[in-house]
């Protein structure tokens, strides 16, 4: 096989390399959007979800003061209660009196808190109000009634004032998501500066690990600021469930792409690479026909010459010219019509008559055409040709011509050894027509390119050899056309072994 041009395997190489690039770098750079994609996924999902719950939200923080404002006072053994229309309690035992500066109550934090921001009773509003006041350092809830100069109060329940949210919330949610509505103190930074900022996100940060899972929050207007309404789920986290769900799609997209990538990369090199060594065998081949042609066109030139000039005034060396150019013709004749043989069978026109025929039929055939063809050299062929052999449906002329080709390359690739077998054997689905030589053997690295198209064993005899690389891989598509097989054993320097199997045919 003639040695490869450096300028096809060296194009194959850039255009490859210019593929890689082209492919790698918009796929890392995807890949990269991808992993900033995941990291900023519960981020995305968490604003998603407040974004859904935000119109609630903001609709029932409006209904809460309305909503506590029909609640009323009323006298439980002595003291004062907040129950709403339907008499539930909204408020708990604690309780307190305003009556002009002076605060009184059983809760001593709470009277504290109450005298540290009321100036006298005065400052109340007439009737009913409801506000928030810090209360032993948390935020706490508390309802007013003034009647004339006192003001009766009371602590209300967090836990009631939650499940009454949670009525007004009944047909407002849109959701299917299991949430509930809960009251938390709102966040304030106990500093202003660097520090204060540090100490809020430091706060923030701790309510969030401690705290439940916040899916969205409105701070109540005033006077309740110091609390925030938030909505918190009951069952599964859903912001990790749904961004756990993101980025198992997004990884199972990614891991899709990139198996179509690299399979389209493999196979786009796999064409590449083959499309660049079709390139230079096809080179190889017109070269080597070329120089196949050449020799018999340039000897049947000089015959004719040495001939037309009446050099030759013997008859028996007339006739010995006569007889090389018959050779010299049928040898140019024999690699034309195996071009256009292959050129038949790449373009699908090659056309198969088939017709049930005994093996000794096809045998013959092949061997005789061989024995014509060796007529001046040393030949020693054995045939094995039992009786009583099974009919096959068969192109006769296309089965011998391959046979025909087998027996030439034994004789061929041979050396001084020029012993030859043809063995005919038959089981009840497959003839097997072996061909045995004792030549120079096949390595295993060509065997399994052996029967490729333009393919030739590269030794000293063989370059010694005419041949075009098509013989074998005609014969390998006559064969499977007819639904065989052809198969090689071989060892170097011990000689080779290709046995056609054919398909018992039935009359």
């Known amino acids: 096989m003639a040695s490869p041009q450096p300028s096809i395997i060296l194009s194959f190489r850039r255009t490859f390399a210019l593929l890689i690039v082209l492919v790698v770098l918009p796929s890392a750079g995807l890949s990269g959007f991808g992993v900033v994609a995941i990291i900023n996924e519960r981020a995305a999902v968490e604003k998603r979800l407040e974004a859904t719950w935000q119109g609630t939200l903001e609709t029932l923080t409006e209904d809460l003061p309305a909503a506590l404002r029909s609640a009323r006072f009323v006298l439980v053994d002595g003291q004062p209660r907040l129950v709403t229309s339907d008499g539930r309690l909204l408020s708990t035992p604690a309780s307190f009196r305003v009556e002009g500066k002076q605060v009184s109550s059983p809760d001593a934090e709470l009277a504290a808190a109450l005298q540290a921001v009321q100036s006298s009773s005065a400052d109340f509003p007439a009737g009913t109000s409801h506000f928030s006041l810090m209360v032993g350092g948390r935020a706490t809830l508390l309802a007013a ?265 034994a004789y061929k690739y041979s050396k001084e050894d020029k012993r030859i077998s043809l063995i005919v054997r038959a089981d009840r689905k497959w003839v097997d027509l072996t061909v045995e030589d004792h030549g120079v053997g096949i390595s295993p690295r060509d065997r399994r390119r052996i029967f490729e198209r333009f393919y030739r064993v590269d030794n000293l005899l063989t370059r010694k050899t005419e041949g075009s690389g098509l013989g074998l891989a005609i014969a390998k598509h006559i064969v499977e056309a007819h639904g065989g097989r052809i198969t090689l054993k071989s060892e170097l320097g011990k000689g080779s072994r290709f046995t056609i199997q054919l398909p018992v045919g039935k009359a």
């Open 145 to 409: 009634e003034r009647q004339g100069d006192v003001v009766h109060g009371v602590r209300l329940s967090q836990d009631a004032v939650e499940a009454l949210i949670e009525e007004r919330a009944e047909g407002q949610v849109t959701s299917s998501e299991p949430v509930r509505f809960v009251l938390l103190a709102r966040q304030e930074a106990t500093g202003e500066g660097l520090m204060g900022k540090l100490a809020l996100e430091v706060a923030q940060a701790r309510a969030s690990a401690l705290g439940p899972l916040v899916l969205a929050e409105q701070v109540l207007p005033p006077p309740l600021q110091d609390f925030r309404l938030a909505v918190v789920p009951t069952g599964e986290d859903p912001i990790a469930r749904a961004s756990t769900r993101n980025r198992v799609v997004y990884v199972v997209l990614l891991g899709l792409f990139y198996v179509t990538l690299t399979f389209g990369v493999v196979y786009t090199g796999r064409v590449l690479y083959r499309e660049a060594r079709l390139s230079r065998m096809k080179t190889d081949f017109v070269s080597l026909v070329s120089h196949e042609l050449r020799t018999p066109i340039t000897s049947i030139r000089m015959f004719i010459e040495t001939l037309a000039l009446g050099r030759v005034k013997d008859p028996a060396q007339t006739q010995q010219v006569l007889q090389l150019l018959t050779q010299e013709t049928e040898r140019l004749g024999t690699l034309v019509d195996r071009v256009l043989d292959w050129a038949r069978i790449e373009s699908g026109r090659k056309v198969y008559h088939r017709e049930f025929l005994p093996v000794p039929a096809v045998v013959d055939a092949a061997v005789t055409a061989f024995r014509a063809q060796r007529l001046e050299g040393e030949l020693r062929l054995s045939v094995d040709l039992p009786e009583n052999l099974p009919q096959v449906q068969v192109d006769r002329e296309a089965i011998a011509g391959a046979l025909l080709n087998l027996l030439q390359n």
